[in-house]
């Protein structure tokens, strides 16, 4: 089974320039994560899609994060502009469904961005 | 609020030498922990959960984790450290009021020869 797919693994831009993220999840996971890593902490949430549909936004910045899920497979995260403190790894995950605890998410390799 | 703490930012450890990472968690109810490590480069890979039941859970690559209500810990251990072993390891708790997994710092772990 193939696992979580994202590209590109690794982007440097300067500050205030556009970048984009691309996911593929796991074939038949109707549950889709965008999370955002700081060097030396946890993941932190920014962005749940159930289906197509956005679940949770709430840690989203939206004056400069967006984020789609097109026909509830695919997703795409967009910064713009990006500021120095978006450096940082990008991890999209899926699982089965997201109201079971036990629904295990699965994580891909992330895409590490660097904000010069 | 459900959060989890990870005490040991670095620890290095021994080939063949065992391992134990710390993991407290502050939860009123019954909480739903897992662990899992992070290797350079890659994504998160799940090593284990407790959900309930045993509170001695076994995992993948030879982990196991041990959830002690009475210390708020779920620590992680591994009997005999491999060089692979050497990532970053996370603690989580799932929020059942949310349904969102909350991440500890992590901890790395290099393997020394």
């Known amino acids: 089974e193939a696992g979580v797919a994202q590209s590109p693994r690794y982007k440097i831009i300067e500050k205030r320039q556009s970048v984009a993220f691309w996911c593929n999840p796991i074939?038949?996971?109707?549950?889709l994560y965008w999370y955002q890593q700081i060097l030396g902490q946890g993941p932190k949430l920014l962005i749940q899609?159930?289906?197509?549909?956005?679940?949770?936004d709430s840690q989203l910045p939206k004056d400069r994060f967006s984020a789609e899920r097109l026909k509830g497979v695919d997703s795409t995260l967009k910064i713009q502009p990006a500021k120095l403190e978006d450096s940082a790894v990008y991890l999209c995950?899926?699982?089965?469904?997201?109201?079971?605890?036990?629904?295990?998410?699965?994580f891909g390799p992330g895409t590490r961005l660097l904000v010069l | 609020a459900q959060s989890v703490t990870q005490p040991d930012i670095h620890i290095t450890v021994s080939e063949g030498a065992s391992l134990e990472l710390r993991c407290n968690y502050s939860?009123?109810?019954?909480?739903?922990l897992f662990w899992y490590v992070q290797s350079p480069g890659q994504g998160l890979q799940l090593l284990l959960k407790?959900?309930?039941?045993?509170?001695l859970v076994q995992g993948i690559k030879g982990f196991e984790a041990e959830f002690k209500r009475s210390q708020s810990s779920f620590n992680l251990r591994k009997p005999s450290v491999h060089w692979s072993d050497a990532a970053e390891y996370f603690c989580?708790?799932?929020?059942?009021?949310?349904?969102?997994?909350?991440f500890g710092a992590g901890t790395t772990v290099t393997v020394r020869a």
């Open positions: 899609f159930q289906n197509n549909g956005v679940v949770d």
């Open positions: 995950a899926s699982s089965l469904i997201s109201t079971g605890y036990q629904e295990t998410q699965y």
């Open positions: 407790y959900f309930s039941g045993d509170t």
């Open positions: 074939s038949g996971h109707a549950t």
């Open positions: 939860y009123g109810a019954t909480p739903y």
């Open positions: 989580a708790v799932y929020r059942s009021n949310d349904y969102k997994l909350s």
